[in-house]
């Protein structure tokens, strides 16, 4: 089956700071990963995409990495706010299906 | 407004008493699908839907039965619900997934106790 792991452990980290998430997934390179944000109690939101052939994309203050020889993407926020409090998903394509990972609980502290 | 819409948000229910959980989107998608949600494991697909009258199983779906007999509509249905079935569930919609990647849109999610 494909995998995908997020860490388990929230991060914590001070407001202003860049906060950076992995996602590694296991098997062959995905065409594609996605990222999406959660809050409690609510259904999962859609962030950015990363294709197999692309090494980085940006969004605002978001910036997904790929590397396909490590099997990871790195999703970082920079000049990170309380507001960005949430956890973040990280989802890989496979065939007809989306296969999520856990998710990573990130707390920004003023 | 865009939406996917999921009725009812909060359920009790008890074991062996069928229910369906509705699930709607306005936005003309092909593809949909229903997820369950528990601690620590993340979103886990039960069931998904190409098309009209098109389902396939995901990767938990046991105990559970869909139908798409309309573009905008993926019930489902437990039809003997047991405890370990008690999760939060999010219906989701898209364009078919092709390999460009398509964005998926998420309901409010149901949060199911099972008795």
């Known amino acids: 089956s494909q995998k995908i792991e997020q860490n388990s452990e929230a991060l914590n980290i001070q407001e202003g700071k860049t906060a950076t998430l992995t996602c590694n997934y296991t098997?062959?390179?995905?065409?594609?990963l996605q990222w999406y944000r959660q809050d409690p109690g609510r259904g999962p939101v859609f962030l950015l995409l990363?294709?197999?052939?692309?090494k980085e994309k940006r969004k605002e203050r978001l910036k997904v990495t790929f590397d396909t020889t490590l099997k990871q993407s790195l999703f970082h926020i920079t000049a990170s706010q309380p507001a960005d409090s949430a956890t973040y998903l990280c989802?890989?394509?496979?065939?007809?299906?989306?296969?999520f990972g856990a998710g990573t609980i990130l707390r920004v502290k003023s | 407004e865009a939406q996917v819409t999921q009725n009812p948000r909060y359920l009790i229910t008890v074991t062996g008493k069928k229910l369906t959980v509705t699930c709607s989107q306005n936005m003309n998608h092909e593809y949909m699908s229903w997820y369950r949600q528990d601690p620590g494991l993340g979103l886990r697909q039960i069931y998904y839907s190409m098309n009209v009258e098109v389902t396939d199983k995901g990767d938990v779906p046991e105990g559970y039965k869909v139908s798409r007999k309309e573009k905008r509509n993926f019930p489902l249905i437990l039809e003997s619900p047991s405890p370990n079935q008690t999760s939060l569930y999010f219906c989701?919609?898209?364009?078919?997934?092709?390999?460009?990647?398509?964005?998926?849109?998420f309901g409010p999610g149901t949060r199911l106790l099972v008795l």
């Open positions: 989802a890989r394509s496979y065939g007809n299906k989306l296969v």
């Open positions: 098997n062959y390179s995905p065409a594609y």
């Open positions: 989701a919609s898209s364009r078919p997934p092709t390999g460009r990647g398509e964005t998926q849109y």
């Open positions: 990363i294709r197999e052939n692309e």
